[in-house]
Structure formats: structure tokens, C-alpha cells
């Protein structure tokens, strides 16, 4: 959706940002600078999106790589581009999330943990703890003395605690205020926007306390808590699979088509095109995060819809 003049849509700003950091990467293909081509000609958006983001790396002297002729002795993108990259690619607003400079150095620090497009990680910090890191997600693990503070940025995660120990003395700091384990539990937290977090207690119990409210949120196991700095937004039912990423899985349950498409952009590399008459279209299943390609075109065997796949980069879905 366009907002407005020199307003550029959030979605195709990332998308902009996408093509952009694989065109400076140094393993950008003649195909790959074909298939962007393809990308900015087929949206005006996609041009303006494009236009901005060129703006901003002319400014900051970033220039391109040689296209790569080959996959083998490849170059890689040098520490210092690659912070440029990021740059730009945050100025842009391609990531879907602000970002300070002070942060962007924070990759070069001990303790910054990131995960990136389409990747999960999984980590073991002390007392046993263990963080399932989802894809485009940043966290910062702190030591305080015997406390450890596991900061997330952006993104989401999972956090998994056992009985006994000192993990008690663990926190978990989100934008929006901070959650402390009060027993043996499995939570899900999630950065919905610059203004939002989610928590769903799977098991366990912990306390959630927004960044400036002086109140505490006991949180059972079971429910949902939407929240901000402020206070509790919203309480519901657990999301029973919010974690189905850790197990390769995205999950659907009577989900809008145009929601899907963009929870299946999170893990996939490429742009999805929707057309708007089929965005209210429902979709449910579960899906192997490993076989997204094969979701979409197996698409019109559920949906009266059809996939026009134009290259590995540029899929199209219309209706049939």
C-alpha cells in the first residue's frame, strides 16, 4: 500500500533493501541483476522504493561489487561494506525495524546473536538455558555478575529454562519492558512493531513488567499478553503454534492469504506478488519451512488461484 507522496511502503522498502544487499554483495549474478530489473519495472512502487534506497548509497559512497560468473572463489563482502550495507539497508527502512548506529556496531561485539533471512539458530547459555532465534531476529546476551540478561532487538524468540539453579536470576529485556522466569517454562516473544511485544507463556509461569509502568503482570501458562511500554494491550489464549518455527514448521490455522504470504516472505529469499482480489483467501496447513518453493506452487491445488513463478526470485499469484 502506498501512504502517500515520497512514502514508501514497508514491504517494498524491504524488499528494495533485499535486492539491494545482494547486488552489493559481491555474488550477485548477471541472472540476479536480470531478475531485479524484472522486480523495479513491475510496480512503480518497486522504482520508487528502489530510487530511495540508491539515494542513500550514493550518500554514503557505497559502491557495487563485480558481478560474480561463478559459485566457487566467490568474494565476500568485507566487514566494513557489510556495515555500510546495513546502513543502507536501515535507512531504507528495509528491515522492517528501526536501527541506530550504535547498534550496527554491536555485530562486531561478544554476546550480539542474530539470525538471519530464513535462518534459526539455536544457543545454550548458562545454567542450562536454552534461545531458539528465529529468522531476521537480533538479541544481545549481557553478564551481570551471575545474572544473565538476554536482550532482544528484533525479531523473536524462544526461550526454554529447566528446574533448579540460579535460573531465576535470568531476565529477558524486550523494547517494551522485561519478563523474568518464575519456574521450569518454555516462552515465546516476539517484536511485533516499534510499539509492540508479544509474550505467549507455552508452559510455565513467569512476571511480565512493561518498560514504564511500575505495575508487574503475573504470566500463567496458557495465555497470550500483548504489550507496550505502558501497560498490558491485550490477554488471549496462548498461540498453540507459536514455536512451530523451532521444529521447521509454519502453521496456518484459517489464515488470511495475504497474511501467509507475508509470514512465508519472513523465511523465504525472493518477492511474492499477490494479487488483491484473492488477498481475503483462507489457507490452512502445516508447511516445511525447508519446501517453500514447493507451497507455492502447490498453491491452486487448495485455491482457486495459479502461480506464475517468472524466476527463483519473482513468483506471481493470481487468481485462477
Known amino acids: 500500500m502506498h501512504h502517500g507522496d515520497g512514502v514508501i511502503d514497508r514491504d517494498v522498502a524491504r524488499e528494495a533493501a533485499q535486492w539491494l544487499s545482494l547486488l552489493f554483495s559481491g555474488e550477485a549474478t548477471a541472472q540476479d541483476e536480470a531478475d531485479c530489473l524484472r522486480w523495479r519495472q513491475a510496480d512503480p512502487r518497486h522504482e520508487q522504493a528502489w530510487s530511495k534506497a540508491e539515494a542513500v548509497r550514493q550518500k554514503l559512497g557505497l559502491m557495487p561489487k563485480p558481478v560474480a560468473h561463478a559459485t566457487l572463489g566467490r568474494p565476500r563482502l568485507q566487514r566494513r561494506d557489510a556495515l555500510k550495507a546495513l546502513a543502507v539497508m536501515a535507512a531504507a527502512g528495509g ?3 528501526q536501527v541506530t548506529e550504535r547498534e550496527w556496531w554491536r555485530h562486531l561485539e561478544p554476546g550480539y546473536l542474530t539470525a538471519g533471512h530464513g535462518e534459526q ?4 547459555l548458562p545454567n542450562g538455558i536454552q534461545v531458539h532465534l ?3 531476529s537480533r538479541a ?3 553478564e ?3 545474572s544473565p540478561t538476554l536482550r532482544l532487538l528484533a525479531g523473536e524468540l524462544v526461550v526454554e529454562t529447566k528446574t533448579g539453579g540460579d535460573e531465576q536470576a535470568f531476565l529477558l529485556a524486550t523494547p517494551q519492558g522485561t519478563i523474568r522466569p518464575q519456574s521450569a517454562c518454555r516462552l515465546h516473544v516476539r517484536v511485533v512493531d516499534s510499539q509492540h511485544c508479544r509474550l505467549n507463556m507455552l508452559t510455565g509461569t513467569a512476571t511480565l513488567a512493561p518498560g514504564q509502568s ?3 503482570i503475573s504470566a500463567d501458562p496458557g495465555v497470550r499478553y500483548d504489550y507496550n511500554a505502558n501497560g498490558l494491550l491485550q490477554q488471549a489464549p496462548v498461540q498453540p503454534y507459536a514455536d512451530a518455527w523451532t ?3 509454519l502453521v496456518a490455522d484459517n489464515l488470511r492469504l495475504d497474511e501467509f504470504v507475508a509470514e512465508l516472505q519472513r523465511y523465504r529469499r525472493g518477492y511474492v506478488r499477490l494479487a488483491p482480489g484473492i488477498a481475503h483467501l483462507r489457507i490452512s496447513g502445516a508447511f516445511q519451512l525447508a519446501r517453500l518453493d514447493h507451497t507455492l506452487t502447490a498453491l491452486p491445488q487448495t ?3 495459479q502461480v506464475r513463478q517468472l524466476t527463483s526470485l519473482l513468483t506471481f499469484i493470481e487468481a485462477a
Open 134 to 136: 528465529n529468522t531476521n
Open 214 to 216: 511500575s505495575s508487574v
Open 303 to 305: 485455491l482457486p488461484v
Open 95 to 97: 528491515l522492517g525495524y
Open 247 to 249: 521444529r521447521g514448521v
Open 144 to 146: 551481570h555478575d551471575t
Open 121 to 124: 539458530r539455536q544457543l545454550r
Open 140 to 142: 544481545v546476551l549481557e
